[in-house]
């Protein structure tokens, strides 16, 4: 009778083992599926935190574009301005090339600066004074520097600075003229730049020939 009790006791004791072990085991089981749901639930956040911020770097990459390539010419009167004093400053360079320069080629280039610039300074004035813009009476201090230095060069040494000038300025200019002929907001501006950008593109073409020559 002794050995059947303490036999039952070892088998009870062995059952609320197997049950503790059952109970552990499902808490075990259930917190590593939360873990497991919790890490899901982050590397989730995580992903769709990157792909919201490359969405934002490619909005902002595409907007920047569209403002650049959308952008619209500068105003009338800053444009008429600018042209004004660059006109005046190309006038005065092809006069300097005229004494300053060996090349006939270069020194005809400065004669053409002179006449066509001369007659473009005169219609913009004329525009200016029938808008009421008033345009300024000198070059400004940019362009007498350049000239000033120019003053100081002769022969070939004048002959490849004044073309690099040349060449340099016609290429700003005609970009300028461009934007004006194709979106200014000013049709009196729009057709004198229209009108003028032929004869800034020819004088673009001349001196890059020039310049080819030289090499």
Do not use: W
């Amino acid at each position: 009778m002794k050995h059947l009790f303490i036999t039952g006791a070892l088998a009870c004791a062995a059952s609320l083992m197997m049950a503790g072990c059952g109970s552990e085991t499902n808490v075990s089981v259930n917190a590593n599926t939360n873990r497991a749901a919790a890490n899901t639930s982050s590397n989730s956040s995580m992903m769709n935190s990157a792909m919201n911020t490359m969405g934002n770097a490619v909005n902002t990459v595409a907007n920047t574009a569209s403002n650049m390539t959308g952008s619209s010419a500068e105003s009338p009167n800053a444009f008429l301005t600018e042209a004004a004093q660059g006109g005046m400053a190309e006038v005065e360079l092809g006069k300097l090339a005229g004494q300053k320069a060996q090349s006939p080629e270069v020194k005809k280039f400065g004669q053409m600066m002179v006449a066509d610039h001369s007659a473009a300074n005169a219609e913009l004035k004329a525009l200016a004074a029938k808008k009421n813009i008033q345009i300024p009476a000198d070059m400004g201090s940019s362009h007498k520097s350049t000239l000033d230095s120019m003053s100081k060069l002769s022969g070939a040494e004048f002959d490849k600075e004044y073309v690099e000038n040349m060449e340099d300025d016609h290429e700003e200019d005609v970009a300028k003229f461009q934007k004006q002929a194709d979106s200014s907001t000013d049709p009196d501006v729009k057709a004198f730049a229209m009108k003028t950008l032929p004869t800034l593109k020819k004088h673009l073409d001349a001196i890059k020939a020039i310049k080819a020559k030289m090499k």
